[in-house]
């Protein structure tokens, strides 16, 4: 049932606070990641992880690509991200120490289950499944599970479902990174952070009105470019993808540092470009990055952190996002672009829900 809201996508990005909030009930103290929470078998499981290997589709790629920044900042346990189709067609090497991370909403994705079961057969230490659907194949064939709480995701673009991945991730992070020489202060720090995301995705979901009013900018533009740094780039690569799935843009998604090495070519006043720039040590060569654009006539949409100082002008629109912890920002900044995607493509009238060619669950090749 959509409630009050006009399509489901809506009503799901709406729910983020709350499903957040669930995925991180009974997991975490004020302070503390709760290992046993994550299974009986979790610190036997995790102590010794010399590599982690993730594998997924899609949006649950993106998230496992945000986890790689986390994983190597945190617990530094090298960690590689390959989308399953490719995986699962070319000789890999799977170190006997290694933790199969397999990321999936449905639990059903062919492609993942195959590199599953393929993994299996090269031998790892341990498969753990992020999963949103309890009794799918892949919790079946895991040996640890950690359940996101998103509840039933109905409109086929992913939204909460990768929030809560980042969410569950990053818990995981904390409980592998405390068998690798985190400091208690640090874990505390960052589990305050969690705690603040529903508050913090909440104040996103304030900004939806004036969100609803750039989204106008698209509506007539065929191509986009999304820029990201860092754990964003992975953010501007979702945004990319959500906007190209509901609305039928044409959006790519770079690391804002190979904009010269290439993309900046295409870049015009019919190019509309998106930034998300929070408050990092990035912010600079992002800065430069965007007059990169803004002297090629190309119309910026910066969402930035309030502090990094990034000033509206002629052709740069600027949405101020209050200021959050650097670890959990990839999860704030999702939001804004979910809704731009959203806007621009209940604009130009699509099936916002059920996009043309596109399945839910993609359950055969
Ligand atoms: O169920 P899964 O998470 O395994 O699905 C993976 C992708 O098919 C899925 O994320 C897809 O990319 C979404 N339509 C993105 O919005």
Known sequence: DKGEYRHFMLKEIYEQPKVIKATMEGRLTDSRVLEQALGTEAANLLDNVRHVQIIACGTSYHAGMVARYWIEELAGVPCSVEVASEFRYRKHVIQPDTLFLCISQSGETADTLAALRQAKQAGFRAALAIC??????????????????????????????????????????????????????????????????????????????????????????????????GSQFPVALE????????????????????????????????????????NNDLVEKLKSNLEEVRARGGELFVFADKAADVKPEEGVHVMQIPSVHEITAPIVYTVPLQLLSYHVAVLKGTDVDQPRNLAKSVTVE
Do not use: C, W
Request: no cysteine; glycine share 8%; proline share 5%.
């Open 132 to 229: 949103n659907v309890p009794g799918s194949s892949l919790v079946r064939e895991s040996d640890l599970v950690i359940m996101t709480q998103a509840g039933p995701e109905i409109g086929v673009a992913s939204t909460k479902a990768f929030t809560t991945q980042l969410t569950a991730l990053l818990i995981f992070t904390l409980a592998l990174a405390r068998h690798n020489g985190l400091s208690e202060e640090r874990e505390a720090e960052i589990v305050q952070a969690i705690h603040q995301l529903p508050g913090q995705v909440n104040d996103i979901l304030a900004l939806d009105g004036e969100i609803q009013e750039l989204s106008k900018a698209f509506m007539d533009k065929h191509h986009s470019l999304f820029l990201g740094r």
């Open 239 to 278: 945004g990319a993808l959500k906007l190209k799935e509901i609305s039928y843009i044409h959006a790519e998604a770079y690391p804002a540092g190979e904009l010269k090495h290439g993309p900046l070519a295409l870049v015009d006043s019919e190019m509309p470009v998106v930034t998300v720039a929070p």
